[in-house]
């Protein structure tokens, strides 16, 4: 058979299949027919098993809608890769078990043949199924039974160009790929990432495929934003992946295939890569409008125009293209990945290649990473030549410059400084713009895209470096100079930049002294700098702030933040830690701010463990800890306490600033290499608070135990930790160890309020063992501070009294009160007035001992006592004290509630209302009234709206209105009226 083209199929090259290839074949062919004719999923059934028991049928089609092949409704379909004689087709038929019960539903049968049969013989053979069929009282065989041999397979198998390119047949393979060879190509070998911006654009690709309106699409975008990746995700999965071809680019795929294809109705989807708009206007044009052909045509943008919509690519956007890297260079640092994001500027082939750099080559600066060849692959086919070239890095030095109305007066700056004509700066700013490498910004212009920026700024800095830093630097406004240094900042660290720095730092420079530093905007330029040359800086920092008194560094407010920035990501380098961090701790003691990213908070950050806001490692880091909790300073030393409990902080978290340096790759951060040396850094600074607890300074031994007794929550699931702390308690006074009791105590108690099963329990038990036995008063000292919500009253209570009496046996009533009066504040006093009356002491010597506590913190001691008396059943103890005390109204007011609702309480609380305010009146009755006479509320009600005189008030009412009517949907008769009155008010 001649050969009629790429997309012909040889009938004997069917024929050559034989085996399981045929079988295997033919079954994609019928999925690929469904495919193009819009079937359902479901319509087909076909097993690649071979030999089995099929009973007649390698196929099945239900509810199928008729096409020149198959017919519609239910069919089955049986493969034979050789030919078959007339009388062997009959008897197959005859065993065909399945095949004949479709048939008797009134379903067809094709038998498929890998043969090459004359029209003759095929007759033959059909002729006798049809026999066959009759015979077994099938009605209607002749018009449901047919014969398709490898002649009718191979023009079957042309309408479908992504089966009749397949090898398998000799098909043009080499020439474009199938879905299958174009995905497991090696470009597509990366991780597809996806964000909202692709996603919705893949589904505009497939909804325009899928539609066929257009039957061209087009997509455009520079060089490594993945168009190819976008188009092949668009069809991966999709019912048409199967009619899919692809072109690598345009020049492998003749205008003469398409036209074949039109003319012998073929249908696929032709994805056609590396074709520019003139020749995607060829290839659409030679399609029909009902055309069953769809084309897609990748490229970049270009001259030229096209009636097809374009869809174009922008840039990946930053948080999909970290995602990205994540995916396909797990083991770039996160340093290196905010870099190689930022330099990339959205283009993926340039990210995943800059990525591959940095992991091959170590840190480096973006002005050393970017390079002609990569502008030139990626972002632009040429750039300036000559002088022009010169002009367009004289641009790219800033990171914006005026070029119309007022601020073109910068173009007369630039030029002054570095010796440049106007006319080839703005030639410059021209041909930039027509090569679209200049971005507007109101009056001014920026050079881009960014690593476009980046190189043509390194090689400014290297072809004008003695110019920018004698001549150029001179004549800068402030407002030029911070963008100079911006853009410097993005190329990274430079040699001029160095010589620049110490240009400024003069005796009559920007950074000659803090009060210069504060003049116009030359703060903003300690960031930059701090990029540039972070030794330079560090030590003229450090030097300006060493030199300070502390009343200026409380008033040098204007440049505090960018002070503190600086010295943030100056602190991140290992070389230059310790200096920058005394720099900032200096700007701590001095502190002036409250923010979260002020000097104090920046400075305790370095210390986390895990996530440290420095590349120090933790020996470093904890050995300065050591030595600034050594310091004179006493304040110094509640900083060092601060640090060291950030280094036992469970949780930890942290903002991402200092490791982000412009067009720098830092170290990594001071995260420890191993468990072994996280755990050796958490008990450094168990030692450095231990060592604090026995401070000269009263703040800074409070400070440091509560830290040091905080961090019972964190290190006692770790062993190493938990018995470095248990036996670091142990050795301090019998104070921190009473409050590390009673810190144990209230996790205990929370683990059996949540039955907590997990090892927690037994690993807080192991941290209590290595503390000293426990004696009577320390258990009450542990007791006497449990919280309502850890313990259950009567237990607690119960507690109380029996290690009293260990306490003293004589006098166990003495050990609480005593107790009551020398701790201003007990958690457990309502238990304790409990348990004092469980220990015999009667209503007359109760108040007298306890009366003098009322109103004060340890007041519940005195209520607990008389509920005590009152559930013992004395119901009056509440009202005789009451009635007899000379209490204050409020606290009247505040007892009263805490008794029985008995008439001589009621009487009592409507006489001390008028006496107190709204607010303070609602918030005490809130609870009582809550099952009170409806009558009762809306009285107190209506007494409380003449009196109202703030919105605390107000608020205070409809509180308590609420509370009574919650759940209540019966009309209340004299509460609703109140209060609609109040809400009306």
Same mark, same amino acid.
């Given at each position: 058979?001649?050969?009629?083209?790429?997309?012909?199929?040889?009938?004997?090259?069917?024929?050559?299949?034989?085996?399981?290839?045929?079988?295997?074949?033919?079954?994609?062919?019928?999925?690929?027919?469904?495919?193009?004719?819009?079937?359902?999923?479901?319509?087909?059934?076909?097993?690649?098993?071979?030999?089995?028991?099929?009973?007649?049928?390698?196929?099945?089609?239900?509810?199928?809608?008729?096409?020149?092949?198959?017919?519609?409704?239910?069919?089955?379909?049986?493969?034979?890769?050789?030919?078959?004689?007339?009388?062997?087709?009959?008897?197959?038929?005859?065993?065909?078990?399945?095949?004949?019960?479709?048939?008797?539903?009134?379903?067809?049968?094709?038998?498929?043949?890998?043969?090459?049969?004359?029209?003759?013989?095929?007759?033959?053979?059909?002729?006798?199924?049809?026999?066959?069929?009759?015979?077994?009282?099938?009605?209607?065989?002749?018009?449901?039974?047919?014969?398709?041999?490898?002649?009718?397979?191979?023009?079957?198998?042309?309408?479908?160009?992504?089966?009749?390119?397949?090898?398998?047949?000799?098909?043009?393979?080499?020439?474009?790929?199938?879905?299958?060879?174009?995905?497991?190509?090696?470009?597509?070998?990366?991780?597809?990432?996806?964000?909202?911006?692709?996603?919705?654009?893949?589904?505009?690709?497939?909804?325009?495929?899928?539609?066929?309106?257009?039957?061209?699409?087009?997509?455009?975008?520079?060089?490594?934003?993945?168009?190819?990746?976008?188009?092949?995700?668009?069809?991966?999965?999709?019912?048409?992946?199967?009619?899919?071809?692809?072109?690598?680019?345009?020049?492998?795929?003749?205008?003469?295939?398409?036209?074949?294809?039109?003319?012998?109705?073929?249908?696929?989807?032709?994805?056609?890569?590396?074709?520019?708009?003139?020749?995607?206007?060829?290839?659409?044009?030679?399609?029909?409008?009902?055309?069953?052909?769809?084309?897609?045509?990748?490229?970049?943008?270009?001259?030229?125009?096209?009636?097809?919509?374009?869809?174009?690519?922008?840039?990946?956007?930053?948080?999909?293209?970290?995602?990205?890297?994540?995916?396909?260079?797990?083991?770039?640092?996160?340093?290196?990945?905010?870099?190689?994001?930022?330099?990339?500027?959205?283009?993926?082939?340039?990210?995943?290649?800059?990525?591959?750099?940095?992991?091959?080559?170590?840190?480096?600066?973006?002005?050393?990473?970017?390079?002609?060849?990569?502008?030139?692959?990626?972002?632009?086919?040429?750039?300036?030549?000559?002088?022009?070239?010169?002009?367009?890095?004289?641009?790219?030095?800033?990171?914006?410059?005026?070029?119309?109305?007022?601020?073109?007066?910068?173009?007369?700056?630039?030029?002054?400084?570095?010796?440049?004509?106007?006319?080839?700066?703005?030639?410059?700013?021209?041909?930039?713009?027509?090569?679209?490498?200049?971005?507007?910004?109101?009056?001014?212009?920026?050079?881009?895209?960014?690593?476009?920026?980046?190189?043509?700024?390194?090689?400014?800095?290297?072809?004008?470096?003695?110019?920018?830093?004698?001549?150029?630097?001179?004549?800068?406004?402030?407002?030029?100079?911070?963008?100079?240094?911006?853009?410097?900042?993005?190329?990274?660290?430079?040699?001029?930049?160095?010589?620049?720095?110490?240009?400024?730092?003069?005796?009559?420079?920007?950074?000659?002294?803090?009060?210069?530093?504060?003049?116009?905007?030359?703060?903003?330029?300690?960031?930059?700098?701090?990029?540039?040359?972070?030794?330079?800086?560090?030590?003229?920092?450090?030097?300006?702030?060493?030199?300070?008194?502390?009343?200026?560094?409380?008033?040098?407010?204007?440049?505090?933040?960018?002070?503190?920035?600086?010295?943030?990501?100056?602190?991140?380098?290992?070389?230059?830690?310790?200096?920058?961090?005394?720099?900032?701790?200096?700007?701590?003691?001095?502190?002036?701010?409250?923010?979260?990213?002020?000097?104090?908070?920046?400075?305790?950050?370095?210390?986390?463990?895990?996530?440290?806001?420095?590349?120090?490692?933790?020996?470093?880091?904890?050995?300065?800890?050591?030595?600034?909790?050594?310091?004179?300073?006493?304040?110094?030393?509640?900083?060092?306490?601060?640090?060291?409990?950030?280094?036992?902080?469970?949780?930890?978290?942290?903002?991402?600033?200092?490791?982000?340096?412009?067009?720098?790759?830092?170290?990594?951060?001071?995260?420890?290499?191993?468990?072994?040396?996280?755990?050796?850094?958490?008990?450094?600074?168990?030692?450095?608070?231990?060592?604090?607890?026995?401070?000269?300074?009263?703040?800074?031994?409070?400070?440091?135990?509560?830290?040091?007794?905080?961090?019972?929550?964190?290190?006692?699931?770790?062993?190493?930790?938990?018995?470095?702390?248990?036996?670091?308690?142990?050795?301090?006074?019998?104070?921190?160890?009473?409050?590390?009791?009673?810190?144990?105590?209230?996790?205990?108690?929370?683990?059996?309020?949540?039955?907590?099963?997990?090892?927690? *329990? @037994? &690993?807080? #038990?192991?941290?209590?063992? $290595? /503390? %000293?036995?426990?004696?009577?008063?320390?258990?009450?000292? !542990? =007791?006497?501070?449990?919280?309502?919500?850890?313990?259950?009253?009567?237990?607690?209570?119960?507690?109380?009294?029996?290690?009293?009496?260990?306490?003293?046996?004589?006098?166990?009533?003495?050990?609480?009160?005593?107790?009551?009066?020398?701790?201003?504040?007990?958690?457990?006093?309502?238990?304790?007035?409990?348990?004092?009356?469980?220990?015999?002491l009667g209503y007359n010597d109760g108040i007298t001992r306890l009366s003098s506590l009322a109103g004060t913190a340890n007041g519940e001691?005195?209520?607990?006592?008389?509920?005590?008396?009152?559930?013992?059943?004395?119901?009056?103890?509440?009202?005789?004290?009451?009635?007899?005390?000379?209490?204050?109204?409020?606290?009247?007011?505040?007892?009263?509630?805490?008794?029985?609702?008995? *008439? @001589? &309480?009621? #009487?009592?609380?409507?006489? $001390? /209302? %008028?006496?107190?305010?709204?607010?303070?009146?609602?918030? !005490? =009755?809130?609870?009582?009234?809550?099952?009170?006479?409806?009558?009762?509320?809306?009285?107190?009600?209506?007494?409380?709206?003449?009196?109202?005189?703030?919105?605390?008030?107000?608020?205070?009412?409809?509180?308590?209105?609420?509370?009574?009517?919650?759940?209540?949907?019966?009309?209340?008769?004299?509460?609703?009226?109140?209060?609609?009155?109040?809400?009306?008010?």
């Amino acid at each position: 058979m001649p050969d009629f083209g790429p997309f012909s199929v040889n009938p004997a090259r069917v024929t050559a299949l034989g085996g399981a290839n045929f079988g295997q074949f033919i079954g994609r062919l019928l999925a690929t027919e469904a495919v193009a004719h819009g079937m359902a999923g479901t319509t087909l059934e076909t097993t690649y098993l071979e030999n089995i028991g099929d009973g007649g049928v390698d196929a099945g089609l239900r509810d199928a809608t008729g096409t020149s092949w198959p017919p519609s409704g239910d069919s089955a379909w049986q493969f034979k890769a050789g030919g078959l004689t007339p009388a062997k087709c009959k008897a197959e038929f005859e065993g065909a078990t399945k095949a004949i019960e479709i048939l008797r539903a009134g379903g067809t049968y094709r038998l498929v043949l890998g043969a090459s049969l004359t029209s003759a013989k095929i007759a033959a053979r059909r002729n006798k199924l049809i026999e066959a069929a009759t015979s077994l009282g099938i009605a209607a065989a002749s018009s449901r039974i047919d014969v398709i041999a490898a002649d009718g397979l191979a023009r079957w198998i042309e309408t479908y160009p992504a089966l009749a390119v397949s090898p398998l047949l000799g098909g043009i393979g080499r020439r474009v790929l199938t879905f299958k060879e174009w995905s497991d190509s090696h470009p597509h070998e990366t991780l597809w990432t996806g964000s909202r911006q692709r996603d919705s654009e893949i589904e505009a690709l497939r909804s325009s495929i899928a539609s066929g309106t257009p039957i061209a699409s087009r997509i455009e975008g520079v060089s490594g934003l993945g168009k190819s990746r976008l188009t092949l995700e668009a069809v991966r999965g999709q019912d048409f992946e199967s009619l899919v071809i692809y072109a690598p680019a345009a020049d492998q795929f003749p205008i003469d295939l398409l036209i074949q294809m039109r003319s012998q109705d073929r249908v696929g989807v032709v994805v056609i890569d590396e074709c520019d708009r003139k020749e995607h206007e060829i290839f659409a044009s030679t399609l029909a409008v009902d055309s069953s052909i769809r084309i897609v045509t990748i490229g970049e943008p270009g001259n030229g125009s096209t009636r097809s919509p374009i869809l174009n690519l922008s840039g990946f956007g930053d948080e999909g293209m970290h995602e990205l890297l994540r995916a396909n260079r797990s083991n770039l640092s996160a340093e290196a990945k905010r870099v190689v994001v930022q330099i990339a500027a959205g283009n993926i082939d340039y990210a995943l290649k800059l990525a591959q750099t940095t992991l091959d080559a170590g840190p480096g600066v973006a002005g050393r990473l970017v390079t002609e060849g990569d502008i030139r692959a990626f972002f632009t086919d040429q750039l300036p030549d000559g002088q022009l070239f010169l002009a367009g890095c004289a641009l790219a030095l800033f990171s914006r410059f005026g070029l119309d109305g007022e601020p073109a007066q910068e173009i007369d700056v630039i030029c002054a400084g570095l010796g440049i004509s106007a006319e080839n700066l703005r030639n410059a700013a021209t041909e930039l713009q027509l090569r679209r490498m200049l971005s507007k910004q109101g009056r001014y212009r920026s050079v881009g895209p960014h690593p476009v920026a980046v190189y043509l700024a390194a090689r400014g800095w290297t072809e004008f470096g003695q110019k920018i830093v004698v001549d150029l630097l001179p004549v800068l406004d402030p407002d030029l100079t911070e963008r100079l240094f911006r853009r410097a900042a993005d190329v990274g660290e430079l040699d001029s930049g160095r010589s620049a720095i110490l240009a400024v730092r003069a005796s009559d420079g920007p950074l000659a002294s803090l009060d210069s530093i504060a003049e116009g905007k030359n703060s903003d330029l300690l960031v930059h700098f701090a990029v540039l040359a972070p030794a330079t800086m560090t030590d003229r920092l450090a030097e300006l702030i060493a030199a300070a008194s502390e009343d200026d560094l409380m008033h040098a407010r204007g440049i505090r933040r960018d002070l503190v920035w600086a010295l943030e990501k100056l602190a991140w380098h290992s070389k230059t830690f310790v200096a920058a961090a005394d720099a900032l701790l200096r700007l701590s003691i001095a502190e002036n701010e409250s923010y979260s990213n002020n000097a104090s908070g920046t400075w305790i950050e370095f210390f986390a463990t895990m996530l440290p806001g420095t590349a120090a490692m933790p020996d470093l880091r904890m050995t300065y800890l050591q030595g600034t909790a050594m310091s004179h300073d006493p304040r110094v030393r509640l900083m060092a306490a601060r640090g060291a409990n950030r280094a036992l902080d469970p949780h930890e978290t942290i903002m991402v600033s200092g490791e982000v340096q412009g067009g720098v790759v830092v170290e990594t951060s001071g995260t420890p290499a191993t468990l072994v040396d996280a755990w050796i850094c958490r008990n450094s600074a168990i030692d450095v608070l231990a060592t604090l607890t026995t401070d000269a300074d009263e703040n800074v031994v409070e400070e440091a135990s509560k830290h040091l007794i905080d961090s019972v929550h964190g290190p006692f699931e770790t062993p190493v930790n938990r018995d470095h702390l248990g036996r670091t308690i142990a050795r301090l006074s019998p104070e921190v160890i009473a409050r590390a009791r009673i810190q144990i105590e209230g996790l205990r108690s929370l683990f059996d309020w949540a039955d907590t099963q997990d090892g927690r *329990p @037994a &690993a807080l #038990a192991e941290l209590e063992a $290595l /503390l %000293p036995a426990e004696k009577p008063m320390d258990r009450l000292t !542990v =007791l006497v501070n449990a919280r309502t919500w850890d313990r259950k009253t009567d237990s607690l209570t119960d507690e109380l009294v029996e290690n009293a009496r260990l306490a003293d046996i004589d006098d166990p009533i003495g050990v609480l009160l005593q107790l009551l009066v020398s701790i201003s504040e007990l958690p457990a006093a309502y238990a304790i007035g409990q348990a004092i009356r469980l220990l015999g002491l009667g209503y007359n010597d109760g108040i007298t001992r306890l009366s003098s506590l009322a109103g004060t913190a340890n007041g519940e001691a005195l209520i607990g006592f008389l509920r005590t008396l009152m559930n013992e059943g004395d119901v009056d103890a509440f009202d005789r004290y009451l009635d007899g005390a000379n209490l204050p109204a409020l606290v009247t007011l505040q007892y009263s509630v805490r008794g029985a609702r008995s *008439p @001589a &309480a009621a #009487a009592r609380v409507d006489r $001390l /209302l %008028p006496r107190v305010t709204v607010t303070e009146s609602a918030r !005490v =009755l809130f609870t009582w009234m809550h099952d009170a006479d409806q009558a009762d509320s809306a009285r107190y009600l209506r007494q409380w709206e003449s009196r109202i005189e703030t919105q605390a008030d107000y608020n205070a009412a409809i509180d308590f209105a609420a509370m009574q009517v919650f759940r209540k949907a019966e009309p209340l008769a004299d509460l609703d009226p109140a209060i609609a009155d109040l809400v009306r008010r």
